[in-house]
């Protein structure tokens, strides 16, 4: 397939400007979220939103190292392949959305197929194995580009970005009509996901990371689709290895409305705990 046919992909009705990392629609995809964090490395200056390191998701604190890599000594190879994962994960998040509000004719969604089969045959050409970490992935240092709501590289899901004040954790996203339960709502699960999502991260950004052990949520209205969504969260009590938060959803429009509800009970790792999940990584 010559380059012109493929990068048609991503070409498409309102694709080109979510694929283009300068636009600010970059987020838009399945769910959409503003994403701040940035990375350096060979080519300092460019382009390199969202391909740096997460500090909540870093495992060398929870392994009690001090793993840190000073930015500069990121390989100027290593930033061009998260760059272009990066910009991959847009592209299938926006092909994601056209696909699921497309009503082109019949005879075009034949020819977007045969498109996007040829370049799943590209990508498949060279695979990493279930359980071998990628070739992108820095977890000591909070580099995950394909985890759902951390990582630019997620086919499904932009990165949430939280801002922390006072003790509460902010950050805003929409789903669309792709993770939809009932018509027009998103689905529970969707919700519990991103529960699980903002406390943990309340809980790391607390500095007493740890795993959840414990979720309770409650769905007290139903989460509307295509609406800007407000998730907050804090930690409201923690000891003898036990951190206990509190995270919840509401339109953006309406902030003091709440729809979902979570309580969290995490349960700190001790570095002999950390260090046996990540042995794959040793």
């Known amino acids: 397939m010559r380059d012109a046919e493929l990068s048609g992909i991503c070409l498409t009705r309102r694709g080109l400007n979510r694929v283009d990392s ?3 629609r970059v987020n838009e995809g399945f769910v959409k979220s503003p994403s701040e964090r940035v990375g350096r490395g060979a080519g300092d200056g460019e382009d390199l939103e969202g391909i740096g390191p997460v500090p909540t998701i870093a ?3 929870l392994l009690g190292q001090a793993t ?3 930015e500069q000594d990121v390989p100027g190879d290593l930033v061009d392949r998260r760059r272009a994962v990066r910009d991959l994960g847009r592209a299938l998040r926006a092909l994601g959305t056209d696909s699921v509000m497309s009503e082109v004719p019949t005879k075009i969604l034949c020819q977007a197929r045969l498109l996007v089969a040829e370049a799943t045959s590209i990508l498949g050409a060279t695979s990493r194995q279930a359980g071998v970490p990628s070739s992108v992935d820095d977890p000591y240092n909070g580099v995950r580009m394909f985890s759902p709501m951390t990582g630019e590289g997620s086919p499904f899901v932009a990165p949430l970005s939280f801002e922390t004040v006072d003790g509460v954790a902010s950050a805003t996203c929409t789903f669309g009509e792709a993770f939809e339960g009932p018509p027009h709502h ?10 699980d999502h903002a406390l943990g991260h309340v809980v790391a950004d607390s500095g007493k990371p740890g795993l959840t052990r414990k979720l309770v949520v409650q769905y007290l209205r139903p989460v509307p689709s295509g609406v800007e969504l407000l998730v907050r969260g804090r930690v409201v009590a923690s000891g003898d290895g036990d951190v206990f938060a509190q995270a919840w959803i509401a339109a953006a429009a309406e902030p003091g409305t709440r729809l979902v509800t979570a309580d969290g009970h995490f349960r700190l790792l001790r570095p002999e705990q950390a260090a046996k999940l990540m042995k794959q990584f040793a």
């Open 59 to 61: 495992w060398g604190p």
């Open 186 to 195: 998103v689905h529970g699960g969707i919700s519990a996901m991103l529960m």
């Open 68 to 70: 840190t890599v000073a």
């Open 22 to 24: 300068r636009s600010p």
